[in-house]
Structures are given as C-alpha cells and as structure tokens.
C-alpha cells in the first residue's frame, strides 16, 4: 500500500505561481505513471499532467507551456510547478499513481488551488 499526501495549494492571483507536491510513502520503483489530475464541483477529474517512470511528461493542453511536472531524483516526491495561473485552474488538484505491472491505483487526498484576483 503506497500512501499519497498532496500540499502546496492556496490561494493566488491570476498570473502567479504555486508548486504542488506529491510525498509517496515509498520510493516509487518499476513500470508506473504519476501525475496530477484536478477536479471542479460537478466535473469529472480531469488529467492534467503526467509522467512515467522513464521521466516521459505529458501535458493537458489548457495547461502546456505553463505547467511543469517532475519528480526528486529519489523518485518519492513528485512536483508541479504551475505558472500563469489563471482563474480556470482553480480546482482540487489530486496526485495519482499508477502501478502498472501490479495493477495497482492510489490517489492522494487533494490539495485546493483557487486563482483569484
């Protein structure tokens, strides 16, 4: 069981900066994809960005240029730095592991990002 605790969220003005971080409680190892997902009230959790074991991202498109994902080289906190924060990122932003070889999900509790003027 690998526990995910989410922080770093808050509250921001339009075009400011935060970087969200994801502890696993284990060095996370072998063939798995980690990344973040958001979610508004009345939405389904959206993607928006990951990345695999091998250090491969992949970015929503609302978020590329401007979002930044990556991981400490102990491969047990997992980052997003997010620029030019706009009102429409504000949402509950949840880590996510997918262990792939055991079939194996885990998502962290969310941390709450508002961007507002």
């Known amino acids: 069981q690998v526990h995910l605790v989410d922080s770093g969220g808050g509250l921001v003005r339009p075009g400011g900066s935060l970087i969200l971080a994801c502890t696993a409680s284990e060095a996370i190892v072998g063939l798995n994809v980690i990344g973040w997902y958001r979610q508004v009230p009345g939405a389904q959790r959206e993607l928006v960005a990951v990345?695999?074991?091998?250090?491969?991202?992949t970015y929503a498109d609302s978020v590329k240029g401007r979002f930044s994902i990556s991981r400490d080289k102990f491969k047990t906190v997992l980052y997003l730095r997010m620029d030019r924060l706009k009102p429409e990122d504000t949402a509950v932003y949840y880590c996510r592991l997918d262990m792939v070889m055991l079939g194996k999900m885990y998502w962290g509790q969310g941390t709450q990002v508002n961007v507002s003027s």
């Open positions: 990345i695999t074991n091998e250090d491969m991202p």
